[in-house]
Nanobody
Framework: QVQLVDSGGGLVQAGGSLRLSCAASGLTFSNYAMAWFRQAPGKEREFVAA????????NYADSVKARFTISRNNAENTAYLQMNSLKTEDTAVYYCAAGRIYVGLKMYEYEHWGQGTQVTVSS
């Protein structure tokens, strides 16, 4: 049974940093692209960042480029999202996702999802 467990969310002031983690089990982690999506209240879930199974390819939404960094540790079956210079508009529930693809930016490309972790950025 595949399980993705998101963690690391919390309350932070604007300009601060957080690091999200996604611990995977029940799959061959190194065969999967990993991604982070987020959903703010009243809005659709949107792409944030993705990393290929070998970490050779990383993609970011324009809104987070130069502030967020996605990474992975295949030996520990864990993906990360380092978020710096956080803004109030980054407030959302963040979801990690795993897909048996090279790398993707669309929700339908990912078949396994975490439960989400809340990130709240105060002004």
């Amino acid at each position: 049974q595949v399980q993705l467990v998101d963690s690391g969310g919390g309350l932070v002031q604007a300009g601060g940093s957080l690091r999200l983690s996604c611990a995977a089990s029940g799959l061959t982690f190194s065969n999967y692209a990993m991604a982070w999506f987020r959903q703010a209240p009243g809005k659709e879930r949107e792409f944030v960042a993705a990393i290929s199974f070998s970490a050779g390819n990383r993609n970011y939404a324009d809104s987070v480029k130069a502030r967020f960094t996605i990474s992975r540790n295949n030996a520990e079956n864990t993906a990360y999202l380092q978020m710096n210079s956080l803004k109030t508009e980054d407030t959302a529930v963040y979801y990690c996702a795993a897909g048996r693809i090279y790398v993707g930016l669309k929700m339908y490309e990912y078949e396994h999802w975490g439960q989400g972790t809340q990130v709240t950025v105060s002004s």
